[in-house]
């Protein structure tokens, strides 16, 4: 028993500043009938599976400890595993999915006074909010989130509001705003130590400064987050670093480079089955393409299939915008 809680303390830890490999390899080196048994380690074991990438894995293992959880009464468990599986479905594109499962896992963490749930869950939401172009109500849930994390003492979501704040209120046009949100963001990260969080935050700020036109600053910091990642392994959170890198490279005119490093994001995203991701880059090299005076029919053809990935993540403000960009054509 004690050998198991100090596995479980490690794994804690490690998860806590987002050493995901690490918490599956300590976790890993326990008995599986061990695992299954503990909803807790079922449920950090599938956490960090779906943050490598492994969604499937760290389903299967997220909803044994949901069933383990209800099984038990163990009600605090069951919110935490509830937000982990609606994040899964947020990755994995199916939102109408992902939002039942918060939705669900909020008002149960709200019931048991569970702030630091609360903070995940209003932040996913948050998340959902802002894809479907819903400013206002995305701001709402990152204040209550924001709430949450500060009452339980989390620093690092903390850190994650202020950064998913600084992508909305870049994604409404405040690109002043968002830089404010993104300076909390990557102060807040630094203070946790969470290397990849750090980087994250700074990969994001350095997006809304490509998008500001000081495109030489974003290319210094998103190298700085792309070499953090690497050094981490972290291959979808590269991918991520390598689409800024792209906006930061046509913003100086670069439109060679630009072509293939979108097209490579592109070929990795849909590798890693990251919807968005792949919606993202490819509506960056139609808007590319586009304003470079390419091929009409290759335009089309790129937004058309961006058009589609858009729909089906309920993206209503991108594909507004997509819309309102291939209407201006040259």
């Keep these: 028993m004690l050998r198991s809680l100090e596995y ?14 690490a918490v599956v390899d300590c976790l890993g080196e326990r008995p599986r009938e061990e695992l299954e048994d503990s909803p807790t380690m079922s449920l950090l074991f599938g956490t960090a599976q779906a943050r490598l990438g492994r969604h499937e894995e ?4 997220v909803e044994l400890a949901l069933d383990r959880s209800r099984e038990r009464a163990d009600r605090a468990i069951e919110a935490r595993a509830l937000n982990v599986r609606g994040a899964i479905a947020l990755v994995a594109g199916r939102i109408d999915e992902a939002a039942r499962y918060l939705t669900e896992a909020l008002a149960a963490a709200k019931r048991d006074g569970d702030n630091a749930t609360v903070g995940r869950c209003s932040n996913n939401l948050g998340i959902i909010y802002n894809l479907r172009g819903e ?6 849930s990152y204040t209550m989130a924001m709430a949450a994390f500060q009452q339980a003492g989390l620093e690092r979501g903390v850190a994650e509001t202020h950064h998913n704040l600084a992508i909305t209120y870049r994604d409404r046009g405040d690109l002043e705003r968002g830089l404010e949100e993104s300076d909390h963001a990557v102060e807040r990260a630094s203070s946790v130590g969470d290397a990849s969080l750090s980087a994250q935050t700074v990969a994001g700020r350095a997006e809304i400064r490509a998008l500001a036109g000081d495109s030489d600053l974003a290319l210094k910091e998103v190298e700085r987050a792309l070499a953090e990642h690497r050094e981490l392994g972290d291959t979808v959170e590269e991918a991520h670093d390598l689409r800024i890198k792209a906006l930061a490279l046509a913003a100086r005119g670069e439109v060679d480079q630009t072509k293939e490093l979108l097209r490579d994001v592109i070929g990795r995203a849909r590798e890693a089955q990251r919807p968005l991701l792949t919606a993202l880059a490819s509506r960056d090299l139609a808007k590319l393409l586009h304003e470079s005076g390419a091929n009409q029919s290759d335009v ?27 209407a201006r054509k040259s």
């Design 135 to 140: 400013y206002a109500q995305a701001i709402g």
């Design 58 to 61: 760290g389903k299967r293992w």
């Design 300 to 326: 089309d053809k790129i937004a058309r299939q961006t058009r589609v990935l858009f729909n089906q993540l309920g993206a209503r403000a991108e594909i507004e915008k997509l819309d309102e960009m291939m």
């Design 8 to 21: 479980l303390k490690k794994a804690h830890q490690y998860a806590e500043t987002g050493q995901h490999a």
